[in-house]
């Protein structure tokens, strides 16, 4: 009563003070709420801080890139060139999309030896540790087993995701949604988790994943067991598949918790996993590499998808859409690039083009390039090398490769 009298004598009006103290408090509580949000949100902000720091990227980067000749050579193979004319390479926009979702720290590139200085070069921010040399070609599951059983010693709850290094992702922010969304289902669980892509048409060029749509996960309702992997259709086949709704296309990309895949190889693929468990005394020692050199040749070459994918029994898929190709081809490439008007696309500073339509031109080296009545076609040049192809044969470019 003594505060009312007090705006009383103040205001002069007793309507006016009713209405000055409802305003005040009413103040008050909104200045609290924002107190409180803003102790919320730096609370949000440190655990996604400390989850992130349990958060691992593994890049695999030791592929030759044989069906992008000449302008992927094995001297210099397409994940470390500027394939879309961004100014950046597949590699350094592979590890672009994964700011903030885990500490530069705890990425990982798996290459060779021959590529190692190139990796250096291109991500001079990725500790030098954490560039992994293959001695030898294993193809996936040697080299992702060698990357697990690395970071589980350092980090034995670690969540990781396992990616190609030569990707194409057109919507990065719903990328880094569903990478996200995928740590928080696989962390502290045993699931095996992969992202499918929601296809766009009947692609003959990529395997499926066969998903229950029934019933979605109880903690991620995005998120399906897997029924079963199909390898690359036909094109009537890859019809049905569309038609089914699904199907999705199996991207290569994985996400688990490191304890759950060491576990599986343990299981699946138990001389892989005897030959890096050999290896843990020597992890972040100056005799690792010597042991890995001479350890690693004895793993059986095998993907990951026939050696653990294929087996497992917790095994997830994410149904995405976010832009998503995997650049495999001069076609894929042509249906991923800025096109004038007749569907043409031109990688190279003085390309011209006259009555032509759907090709694509990759002569940065050379001066003005003149294409007259081509249509379908693909032209690229690089080093002396020369490609003069029709977009429906790019998948015989690779017997024409360096690639042995």
Not at 230 to 259: H, Q
Not at 358 to 386: F, M, P, Q, T, Y
């Amino acid at each position: 009563m003594h505060i009312c009298n007090l705006f009383y004598s103040i205001i002069g009006d007793k309507r006016n003070v009713a209405i000055f103290i409802f305003c005040f408090f009413r103040l008050l509580s909104v200045f609290k709420l924002t107190s409180q949000n803003r102790k919320r949100n730096i609370a949000v902000v440190s655990l996604n801080l400390m989850n992130m720091s349990s958060n691992h990227v593994v890049i695999m980067a030791g592929g030759i890139g044989s069906r992008f000749w000449p302008m992927s050579t094995v001297d210099c193979p397409k994940q470390f060139i500027d394939v879309l004319g961004c100014g950046r390479t597949l590699l350094q926009l592979t590890i672009d999309r994964f700011a903030g979702i885990c500490p530069m720290e705890n990425i990982w590139v798996l290459t060779s030896e021959k590529y190692a200085s190139i990796v250096r070069e291109q991500l001079p921010e990725v500790p030098a540790g954490n560039i992994l040399r293959e001695p030898c070609r294993r193809n996936t599951a040697p080299c992702i087993a060698y990357a697990a059983w690395k970071i589980k010693k350092r980090d034995p709850n670690a969540n990781m995701v396992v990616t190609p290094s030569d990707h194409f992702v057109a919507d990065v922010p719903e990328f880094k949604r569903v990478i996200n969304s995928s740590l928080s289902f696989v962390s502290g669980s045993d699931a095996i988790l992969t992202l499918g892509i929601k296809p766009t048409r009947p692609e003959t060029g990529y395997g499926y994943i066969e998903a229950v749509l029934g019933n979605p996960s109880l903690s991620n309702k995005e998120v399906y067991r897997v029924d079963s992997f199909k390898e690359k259709p036909t094109l009537d086949v890859a019809e049905a598949y569309v038609a089914k709704n699904n199907f999705f296309w199996n991207s290569g990309i994985f996400i688990w918790n490191v304890s759950t895949i060491v576990n599986a190889f343990r299981v699946y693929q138990s001389p892989i996993a005897s030959v890096f468990e050999s290896l843990m005394p020597y992890y972040y020692t100056p005799e690792e590499q010597e042991r890995v050199n001479a350890l690693f040749p004895e793993c059986r070459n095998i993907s990951v998808d026939y050696a653990i994918m294929e087996r497992a029994d917790e095994i997830f898929v994410f149904p995405s859409s976010f832009g998503w190709s995997d650049l495999g081809t001069w076609m894929s490439l042509h249906g991923n690039m800025q096109k004038d008007l007749n569907g043409n696309v031109a990688i190279g500073a003085d390309v011209n083009f006259s009555d032509s339509h759907n090709c694509i031109v990759n002569v940065r080296g050379a001066g003005k390039v003149v294409v007259i009545g081509i249509n379908d076609c693909i032209v690229s040049e690089n080093e002396g090398n020369l490609l003069v192809c029709r977009m429906s044969d790019d998948n015989r470019i690779k017997e024409f490769s360096e690639e042995k």
